[in-house]
C-alpha cells in the first residue's frame, strides 16, 4: 500500500526542511551573529554530528517501541526546533535546538521505511523506499528553496516559520491517517549488531560516507558559492533552489526505477556526479545560462544519493534493514559533517570557489569503495 510510504514521505519533507533548509540563509545567520560562514556551517555540521554519534544507538534503543508513536515524538520535536529558532535566539541556543531533532531523524527514517515496505511485496521495495526518500527532493524543490526565498524577501527568521508549518502537517497527517503499528516481533539487539563484522558492509558504509561528503563539500555552501563565485543575489539562489529540486524529483523516480533493475550500476551512475559537475561547474564560468544548466545537472545526481546509500548498505545487510538503515542515516549524516567542515575550512583558506574540487577528491575514494565491494563480491562468490 503506497499510502503509508506516502505518509512517511511527507515526514521526511518535514525534517530536510530542517535539516537542510538552513543552506539559504547561511550567509544572513552569519551577518546576524557576526561570524564567518564557516562557523555558520556548524549549525549543519552539529546536527549531522548528532545523527551520526547516536542514530544507530536510538534506532536499536526504540525498535520495540510502536513506530506510529516513535513518527509523532520525532515530528513534534523537530516542530519544537522550527517554532524555538524563529525567535532568533542566542547562537548556541540556536545551535542547541538544532540538534536536539537530530537524535531521531535517523529513528524517524529507519521507521517509516519500515512502515513503507512491510504494506508491500519484495519486488516493489526499493521503488516503495523510493516514494519515501522523494520527501528529499520534494523539500528542494518546495519548502528549501520557498524558505530562502521568504527570507530574501523579509528576514531569516521567517525560514524557520515555514519548517515549522510543515512540520506541523507532517505530524497531523501521521496522527489521523497511519493506524497503530506496535512491533510483533522485536529482533534482539546480538543478532542485528553482527552486520558490523561483514567486510561488505563496512566497505558499503564507506561509500555512503565518502560519497555524502563528497556532495555536501560544495552544496552545504550552496548559497554562499552562487553568491560569489557566480555573482547571484538571494532570489537568484532560491530559483536555483528551485531548478534543483524539480530535477531531483524526476531523479528519484527514475533512482527507483533503476535501483530495482541493478543497485550498483545505478549507484555508480549518480555518484558519476562527484566527477562531472565541479570540472563543469569550473568550465561554466561566469556564463549563467551554462550555470543553471550544470546545476540542473547537479540536481538530478546528487538528488537520489541518500536513497543511494541507504539501498546499497541495506543490500549488503537485508537480515537487519532497520539497523542497516539507521547506520546508513548515521554514516551519511557524519559524511556531511565531514564534506561541510573540509568545505568551510577551504573556503576561509582559499575561497568558495575552490569547494567543487573537495567533492572530486572523496567522489574517488567513493567510487575506490564500490570497487572494493565488487572485489569482496567476486571472492565470496
Sequence with gaps: MKKYAYIGALGFLAIITTEFGIIGILPQIAEHYQIGIDKAGYLLGAFALAIALTGPFMTLLLSGFDRKKVMLIAIFIFLLTGIISSFLPPFWLLMLVRILPAFLQPVYIATALSVAISQGNKQNENELMSIVFSGVAIAMVTTVPFATYIASIFSWEYSFIVQAIISVVALLAIYFVLPAMPVREKKSYGSQLKILKKPMFIVSTSMNFFMIAAWFSTYSYFADYL??????????????????????????WVAGKLLNKNITYTTVFFLSGTIIVPILLHFSGGNTLATIMVIALWGFLYSPSFLNASTYMISSAPEAMEFANSLATSFGNLGVTLGTTVGGLIIVSKGVQFTPWITVLFGVLAFLMIGLRSRLEKNSA
Design 227 to 252: 553568491n560569489k563565485a557566480k555573482d547571484m543575489d538571494g532570489t537568484m539562489v532560491s530559483y536555483m533552489l528551485f531548478i534543483f529540486g524539480i530535477i531531483g524529483v524526476f531523479a528519484n
